[in-house]
């Protein structure tokens, strides 16, 4: 769990996910790396200068029956206040709403309710076990499927709840998680959903596999570009000679006429009735205007 322990105290020391006084509630689904959260949390409680409580919830959707006793006895074992909350998520979300893309109602609802439960345990945060390869994945399906750059937070705050969402696994990389939960005969259960292992996420880290054989460090390098924002050189961040800055002219919210710092400066609105606006002003000048002009500029 040395591994674990590290990778919590790393995400904690650089997002502050953990004060004194805090109470936790971690959220186990009963897969591999909500139950080393579990456990990960329980010995960083006994380890960390810090002085914080932890509890875990765990949601049953409602979807088949579920045994949890194994889970329940491991968190007996270890000392770890685990309660489960029963909901009707599946039923909301296959018989009353009958999703054809069920992931992202079934997760809002999940977060919903997890959120509602810890509230109830009196805790100011929620712990989710996310590892390294659910950030990276999570940033690919955002490009993929939404068109823009995008993953989840190390640290959230729900201002409607009051609760604060934190990750404290997201160092952790899957191939670690994988070793140690087998190492530790971790109480793994399947899962609750009949679709897993055929949803969007499944694609996007199959995506990611397979860039991973051809670039066998490219999660570290993903992670990399994540963690140190300065290294940015997205477009929004382009240093642009003076003057040729983007400049939008709207009207009634919508954008009229784009055009750069440089060209704004060098145009005039027009006051000839029978020209255009946005003509130069020397266009818009009468013949004779214009000589006088140029007669005036002469040395």
């Given at each position: ?17 953990i ?9 186990v ?13 329980k ?11 932890v509890?875990?919830?765990m ?6 029956p ?17 309660s489960?909350?029963r ?31 810890a509230?109830?345990r ?26 823009r ?36 005969a971790?109480p ?6 009949d ?5 969007k996420?499944d694609?996007a ?8 054989r ?54 005039t ?9 946005g ?21």
């Amino acid at each position: 769990m040395k591994r674990v322990l590290g990778c919590i105290r790393r995400a904690d020391e650089r997002y502050r996910m953990i004060e004194d006084g805090d109470r936790v509630c971690v959220g186990v689904s009963g897969g591999k790396d909500s139950l080393l959260l579990m456990e990960g949390m329980k010995l960083y409680q006994r380890f960390s200068y810090t002085k914080f409580d932890v509890c875990a919830v765990m949601l049953d959707l409602g979807l088949k029956p579920l045994d949890t006793s194994a889970v329940e006895a491991h968190a007996a074992h270890i000392g770890m206040d685990f309660s489960i909350v029963r909901t009707d998520i599946g039923r909301v979300v296959f018989e009353y709403r009958q999703e054809r893309s069920p992931c992202a109602l079934c997760a809002k609802l999940r977060r919903g309710a997890l959120n509602t439960a810890a509230v109830a345990r009196g805790c100011n945060k929620v712990a989710l076990g996310h590892n390294r390869e659910d950030v990276l994945e999570t940033l690919f399906m955002s490009m993929m499927y939404e068109g823009r750059i995008n993953t989840f937070a190390p640290v959230t705050h729900l201002s409607r709840r009051d609760v604060t969402i934190i990750r404290p696994l997201l160092f952790l990389p899957e191939r670690y998680a994988l070793s140690l939960a087998r190492q530790l005969a971790l109480p793994i259960l399947p899962p609750q959903c009949d679709i897993a292992g055929s949803t969007k996420r499944d694609e996007a880290r199959a995506l990611l596999q397979h860039i991973a054989r051809l670039v066998p460090d490219i999660e570290q390098k993903l992670m990399h570009a994540l963690i140190h924002t300065e290294t940015y050189g997205l477009w929004d961040r382009m240093k642009l000679p003076p003057g040729q800055q983007a400049v939008e002219t709207r009207e009634g919210g919508r954008v009229v006429r784009r055009a750069t710092q440089a060209e704004n400066d060098s145009q005039t609105v027009c006051t000839n009735p029978g020209a255009s606006c946005g003509i130069m002003a020397e266009d818009a000048m009468t013949p004779g205007e214009a000589g006088r002009r140029a007669g005036a500029e002469e040395p």
